[in-house]
């Protein structure tokens, strides 16, 4: 069974703190996303890769950045944790070629910033 | 810009038929999406429609698009407690790249 998956279901952390969200997709997907879910907003796009190395800004990039080391990975980063990033965290991956947009979707990490 | 919109909740007896609305601004896409989000989990592709098609049926799901109204739905016919759920429509816009995304309907089946 293809999955996504993300590392931290549920975390808690302070105001300032470093944070890190890893997943790992075993699909051998090219591209990868990271989106945020809140409530009557929907999910917004905040990075993506289409491959190692590479990275584009989605629509709310800031107070992030992200990581993709190897193909299977992609890591988004809150280099200092603020309360407004208290939020729902999706992680997802799609094919390169062939690509039909369908996006496979880990099962989310809830982040809380106190 | 594009947008996708839907209304926000959805509430119906178990044994009825859903309706989720969906309308968008503009899409060039070859497919529409509809994602399901169960409690505590990520969003699941349930079933698209390719833009030159009317209507599609899957079981007990049909997708029905208007292109000329921008108007695409879901319905859920014989609607059961496991369909509570959100349920998300999506324009895949520049090959999935930046999927533009409705709020979510959230469905209620009452029992």
């Known amino acids: 069974d293809v999955k996504v998956t993300q590392s931290s279901r549920y975390l808690v952390k302070r105001t300032g703190e470093k944070v890190f969200l890893e997943c790992v997709q075993d699909?051998?997907?090219?591209?990868m996303f990271w989106y945020r879910q809140d409530p009557g907003l929907g999910l917004r796009l905040i990075y993506f890769s289409y491959d190692v190395k590479m990275k584009e800004k989605g629509d709310i990039p800031e107070g992030y950045s992200v990581s993709r080391e190897k193909k299977e990975r992609f890591s988004l980063i809150l280099e200092s944790a603020s309360t407004n990033q208290t939020s729902m965290y999706l992680c997802?991956?799609?094919?390169?070629?062939?690509?039909?947009?369908?996006?496979?979707f880990g099962e989310g990490s809830r982040l809380t910033v106190l | 810009g594009e947008d996708v919109e839907q209304s926000l909740f959805l509430s119906v007896r178990e044994g009825d038929s859903s309706v989720i609305n969906c309308t968008y601004t503009?899409?060039?896409?070859?497919?529409l999406y509809w994602y399901k989000q169960e409690p505590g989990a990520g969003l699941q592709l349930l079933t698209y429609i390719f833009s030159n098609m009317d209507m599609k049926q899957d079981q007990r799901l049909t997708v029905l698009l208007n292109k000329k109204d921008k108007h695409l739905s879901l319905r859920i016919a014989d609607t059961q407690t496991g369909d509570s759920a959100i349920y998300f429509c999506?324009?895949?816009?520049?090959?999935?790249?930046?999927?533009?995304f409705g709020a979510g309907t959230r469905l209620f089946v009452k029992a």
């Open positions: 999506a324009d895949p816009n520049t090959g999935g790249f930046k999927t533009i």
């Open positions: 997802a991956s799609s094919k390169g070629s062939g690509n039909t947009g369908e996006l496979f």
């Open positions: 699909m051998d997907h090219e591209n």
């Open positions: 503009d899409s060039s896409s070859t497919y």
